[in-house]
C-alpha cells in the first residue's frame, strides 16, 4: 500500500496540473501554496517567475526572478527576456 503524499508531494501536484494545463493564473495559485510549505523553494519560484510571463507580467516576474533564493540559479534569458519586454534593454 502507497504511502499517503505529504502536503508538499500534494502542492507540487497540484502545479504539475496546472502547467500541463496551461493554467497559469491557477499555477501562480499553487505555487504560493508551495512557498507556504517550504519558502524559497527554488523549484516554485522559477514556475511562479514563468506563470508570470506567460500572463505578461514581466514587472512580477523579474521581482521573482531577483529573489535572494534564486541568485546562483542560471535565469539570464529569462531576465533579459523580462527586461526586454519591459522596455529596459540598456539593462540587459
Given amino acids: 500500500m502507497a504511502a499517503e503524499a505529504t502536503p508538499i508531494e500534494q502542492a507540487f501536484e497540484k502545479l504539475n496540473t496546472h502547467i500541463k494545463n496551461q493554467q497559469h493564473k491557477k499555477a ?3 505555487c504560493d501554496e508551495v512557498l507556504a510549505l517550504a519558502p524559497g523553494d527554488e523549484d516554485a519560484l522559477r514556475c511562479l517567475a ?7 507580467e514581466f514587472q512580477q516576474a523579474l521581482a521573482v526572478l531577483n ?3 534564486l541568485a ?3 535565469l539570464g534569458f529569462e531576465k533579459a527576456y523580462c527586461l ?3 522596455g529596459q ?3 540587459v
Fill in 28 to 30: 501562480l495559485k499553487a
Fill in 50 to 56: 514563468v506563470a508570470h510571463m506567460q500572463l505578461s
Fill in 67 to 69: 529573489r535572494p533564493a
Fill in 72 to 74: 546562483g540559479a542560471q
Fill in 84 to 86: 526586454y519586454r519591459l
Fill in 89 to 91: 534593454i540598456d539593462e
